[in-house]
C-alpha cells in the first residue's frame, strides 16, 4: 500500500486516480497509522515552499514518516515542490528544507528572456539510469509546471536531466529516497510506467 | 526542449459533448467520458472544458461531471464555466483538476484572479477571453457566451488581468468559432506584441497548417481547437480524432 501523503498541499486525487488505473493501491491519509504501517510515500506538492514544508514538519504524522523513510528505509517518491521538499533550501523560501537529499533549490534565471518562466508544458527527461524509476521507458515525456528547479551537492544522485535554456536535474535519487520534478500523474503512458516502476520495484 | 501545445477544447451543454459556431447552434458531438478515453488513447496534450451552460443559467459547476472527467484524465486538465468564487475554486482543484479558467468572472470581479493566483498559483489560473467584433467592426471583449458588450478593449483588459496575476489568457474569437478557415491572426499578434503573459489561441482552426501558421505567424504559446478534433471531412461527420504525436512535432519543427 502507498500512502499519499495529505499535509494540505497538492492535487492528491490526481495521483489516486492515477495509481488507481494502473492497478496499485495507494491511499490518500494523514493518519499516522496508516502512514506507519504504509509501504511507501508519495510526496506531493503543489505550492510555495515555506507553506510546503512547514505543512509538512507540522502534520501529526511528519515523525512517523521521517522514522519510516530514513531508519526502516520505505521508498519515498517526491512529487514536483514534493521533490524540493527533500532538499536543503530553497529560493522561494526561508525554511530549512528536508535535507534528506544532499541538493538547494534554485530560481529559473535566464538571459533569454524569450524563455517564459515558469517552465510549463511537455518536454523530455534523459535519465542517468535505465533501471528504477525510468525503467522500459524508452521515451521519457512528461508534464512540467515549475519555477524552480533541484541542484545536487552530489552528481551521485542526479536521476534525470531535462533541458530548458540549460540542462537541469528533473529526478533526483538517494538509496530508497526518489524525487522528480514533473507530474507523473498527468504525463500519460509514461507518468503510469514511472509510477508502476516505484510501485512495483 | 519544450513542446508546443495543441489543447483540444470541449464544450458542455446539457450534460453532452456539444459544438458551436460562432457561439450558436450547438450541435451534439457525444458522451464527454467516452470523448476523454479517446484522447487518453491519441495523447493529447492537455485538455480544456467550458460548460457553457453554467454562467447563461446562473448554474454551480457540475461537480459531478468534472470528478468524473478528471478521474479518467491522465493529463492536465483545465475546467471552465459558472466559476464565481474561491470556494468552488477550492472544490474543483481538488477534484483533481489543474487549471481553472475564469471568463465571465474575470470581467465582474477581477479581485479573484489576484486572490486565486496568490491561493493557488498564478499556473493555475487562466483568464478565457472572448472576443467579438461590435456593431461597428470593433473587437471587444463580451461575457455570457458572446451574448453581452463589456464594451472593454481587448489588449487592455488582457494587461489588467497580466498585471491581476492570470498565469494564461485563452483568446478566443467569437467570429472565428467553429468556422474553421484559421485563427485571427492579426488579433493575436496584436495581443502577443503588448503582452508578456502566455497567450493560447482558440477559435477558428480547421488543420494543422492553421496551428503552424498561429505559432509561426503569431508567436502564441499554444493553440486550443474544437472544430478540428471533433469533425471530420468538409461534411462535418462527428470523428473524435488527435494527430499522431510524431505528425504534430513535424509540423510545429519541435525537433
Known sequence: MIAILDYGMGNLKSIYNMFKKIGIQSVITSDTKTIKNADKYLLPGVGSFDHGINSLKSAPFFETLEKEVLENKKPILGICLGMQLLTNSSEEGKEKGLGWIDAKTIKFDFEDKSLAVPHMGWNSVCPTSQDGLFKDLDENRFYFVHSYYVVCNDEANILGVTNYGANFTSSVHKDNIYGVQFHPEKSHKFGMKLLKNFGES | ?255
Open chain 2, 1 to 255: 526542449m519544450l513542446q508546443k501545445r495543441v489543447i483540444p477544447c470541449l464544450l458542455l451543454h446539457k450534460g453532452g459533448l456539444y459544438k458551436t459556431q460562432k457561439f450558436k447552434k450547438p450541435t451534439y458531438i457525444g458522451d464527454p467520458i467516452n470523448a476523454i478515453k479517446i484522447f487518453n488513447e491519441k495523447e493529447v496534450d492537455e485538455l480544456m472544458f467550458v460548460d457553457i451552460d453554467a454562467t447563461t443559467q446562473n448554474k454551480e459547476p457540475n461537480y459531478k461531471m468534472i470528478e468524473d472527467i478528471a478521474s479518467e484524465c491522465f493529463m492536465p486538465l483545465c475546467y471552465g464555466g459558472g466559476v464565481k468564487n474561491i470556494e468552488q475554486m477550492k472544490k474543483i482543484y481538488a477534484l483533481g483538476v489543474e487549471k481553472i479558467s475564469l471568463s465571465s468572472s474575470a470581467v465582474l470581479n477581477p479581485e479573484l484572479i489576484r486572490e486565486a493566483a496568490s491561493i493557488f498559483g498564478n499556473q493555475s489560473v487562466i483568464v478565457t477571453v472572448d472576443v467579438k467584433k461590435d456593431f461597428w467592426g470593433k473587437k471587444k471583449v463580451f461575457i455570457n457566451n458572446g451574448a453581452k458588450n463589456t464594451k472593454l478593449d481587448v489588449i487592455e483588459f488582457i494587461k489588467k488581468v497580466e498585471n491581476l496575476g492570470a498565469g494564461e489568457i485563452v483568446v478566443n474569437s467569437v467570429d472565428h468559432d467553429g468556422e474553421m478557415n484559421g485563427y485571427d491572426a492579426q488579433l493575436l499578434k496584436e495581443i502577443k506584441s503588448s503582452t508578456k503573459v502566455p497567450i493560447i489561441a482558440l477559435g477558428g482552426a480547421g488543420n494543422l497548417n492553421h496551428i503552424k501558421e498561429a505559432f509561426e505567424i503569431t508567436k502564441v504559446d499554444a493553440v486550443a481547437c474544437g472544430s478540428m478534433f471533433v469533425y471530420q471531412g468538409p461534411l462535418r461527420g462527428v470523428l473524435i480524432s488527435y494527430p499522431p504525436y510524431q505528425k504534430i512535432q513535424e509540423i510545429l519543427g519541435n525537433k
